[in-house]
């Protein structure tokens, strides 16, 4: 609508909510900027490293707060695969799995847009400014990305080869339809345990290169100073052991409808200790033996 001062009063707010210390900034709205674009960044790291797939990222389904919201036809990947879509209403892919740091920057930059007026009168100088803050959201997402990646492989310290190990962990995957929960959850216990080691490589169905890749990993943890009890604690407290597994969902929902409501509330409670053992419900971290290449989840889930 071109109304500059209602967007200047919102991002006065804006900032008097979220960022107060950026009010005394020499440009307090390209600093809010900035600081959105951070935590979408750290928000969007953190999705990815949990195998979540949102499903319906328009711009009016991302916050300044960096929180997630409206993610109705959400759900969790089984198998890893970048081109992972379930929204029904996501038909060419634009939400898919993979695509969600792509589709959060051009999301951002719908934002700066709004807010070249408030950062620079001179449109010139306004675009320089609010395109550069964008463009540092690559740097920003591979910073977050790699980090939870690290965690994830029970890395504290920092080497330049180790996102290289975990995207090559994450192309055998791909290539063996395992699963990406699983395989970071049993990677966990494979110092400490044969049998741990086992039954990851029987989630690759060919061992050869996940063979390789373990003895690399094993050779890049020997360079932590952390024990294997250590290590597989800083693991397990970045891959949960149980995600909602659509097919567990639908098995709650349809009971919900049929007027039963326990199943419900046991995955509810399985779910609120997402990253513990719970050996009575070992079920529920498991894919269904069957998947169904069509699911879809919808708005309204």
Not at 118 to 132: F, G, H, M, N, P
Not at 269 to 295: N, S, V
Request: charged share 25%.
């Amino acid at each position: 609508k071109g109304d500059t001062d209602a967007v200047r009063i919102l991002c006065d707010n804006v900032i008097a909510r979220h960022d107060p210390a950026l009010a005394s900034h020499d440009n307090p709205p390209l600093a809010m900027l900035q600081a959105v674009i951070a935590r979408q960044a750290s928000l969007i790291a953190q999705w990815m490293n949990i195998g979540f797939i949102h499903g319906v990222m328009n711009t009016d389904n991302m916050t300044v707060s960096g929180e997630t919201i409206d993610y109705g036809p959400c759900a969790f990947m089984d198998a890893y695969d970048l081109k992972q879509v379930f929204s029904s209403i996501d038909y060419y892919g634009r939400y898919a799995y993979g695509n969600q740091p792509r589709i959060a920057q051009w999301n951002l930059a719908r934002l700066a847009e709004t807010l070249l007026p408030q950062i620079q009168d001179d449109q010139d100088e306004a675009v320089a400014l609010a395109s550069d803050a964008v463009n540092q959201f690559p740097r920003l997402f591979e910073a977050a990305v790699t980090a939870g990646l690290r965690a994830k492989l029970g890395l504290v310290t920092k080497e330049p080869d180790d996102l290289a190990l975990a995207q090559d962990l994450l192309e055998l995957m791909a290539a063996g339809n395992a699963d990406f929960t699983l395989v970071f959850r049993r990677l966990s216990a494979v110092e400490s345990s044969p049998e741990a080691a086992e039954s990851l490589r029987q989630l690759f169905g060919v061992t050869g290169g996940i063979d390789s890749w373990i003895t690399r990993w094993r050779e890049r943890v020997s360079r932590e100073a952390m024990s294997p009890e250590e290590r597989s604690a800083v693991m397990r407290a970045a891959s949960p052991a149980f995600i909602p597994r659509n097919h567990r969902v639908e098995e709650a929902l349809a009971a919900a409808v049929a007027g039963d409501m326990a199943p419900f509330r046991r995955l509810h409670a399985i779910l609120a200790r997402p990253f513990e053992d719970q050996p009575e419900a070992e079920k529920f971290m498991r894919p269904p033996a069957e998947p169904d290449p069509h699911y879809h989840t919808f708005c309204g889930t």
